[in-house]
Each structure stands twice: as C-alpha cells, then as structure tokens.
Nanobody
C-alpha cells in the first residue's frame, strides 16, 4: 500500500491543523492506520492509531485530549485533527499502515513520507 501524507504547515501555539493521509493499493481500507512523529534529535514517537473499521483508537499520552484520529474508508484516507497545538508538537508527522489485529504489538510495515508541522510559541 502507498501512503501520501499532507496538511502540515506553520501554526501558532494554541492553533489547529488537520493532517490527511491518502492510501492506495490493494485492499487499503482493511489496514489499521497510525500517525507517528519525529523531531530532530528525538526518537520516533507514537501519536495515534485507528483500526481499519474505525471503531477502535488509541493515543500517545502527550496528545490525549488534543488530537483526534479518524478515517474515511470510502476515500481511503485517515485524518489527524490536531488542536491546542504546542511548540513541543513540532515534528515531521508520518502515517503508517499495518494489517492484522489492531492490538498486535508488531511494527507498522507501510510508511508514507513525512509532513512537517511547526508550532511557533
């Protein structure tokens, strides 16, 4: 499956952005999807994930209550609504896909290119 992320940009602290990740390829709608982020010098950080049915989600502790992940399988697109943004949210954001169980601890095996989010304080 191929993933194309978009929607990054520059925003002031307290503002909002919505990222999109369009998936293409065979049976792309049956993949669990996730967002990760990585700032320079930092390890990759889990942000949010959603099951392929859309009925299960989970979030990283640093974004709980501020970010919302959703998907539209008719459009093969997953979204990340980011609210109350902080300077520490600045990073390259990557979408990822994986088949199998939503709770499988295995790593994601399909990755898109990053989209940069910069939050000015």
């Amino acid at each position: 499956v191929q993933l194309q992320a978009s929607g990054g940009g520059l925003v002031q602290a307290g503002g909002s952005l919505r990222l999109s990740c369009a998936a293409s390829g065979r049976t792309s709608s049956r993949y669990n999807m996730a967002w990760f982020r990585q700032a320079p010098g930092n390890k990759r950080e889990f942000v949010a994930a959603i099951s392929w049915t859309g009925d299960m989600t989970k979030y990283g502790d640093s974004v709980k209550g501020r970010f919302i992940i959703s998907r539209d399988n008719a459009k093969n697109t997953v979204y990340l609504q980011m609210n109350s943004l902080r300077a520490e949210d600045t990073a390259a954001y990557y979408c990822a896909a994986r088949g199998g169980s939503f709770h499988d601890p295995s790593d994601y095996n399909y990755w898109g290119q990053g989209t940069q989010v910069t939050v000015s304080s």
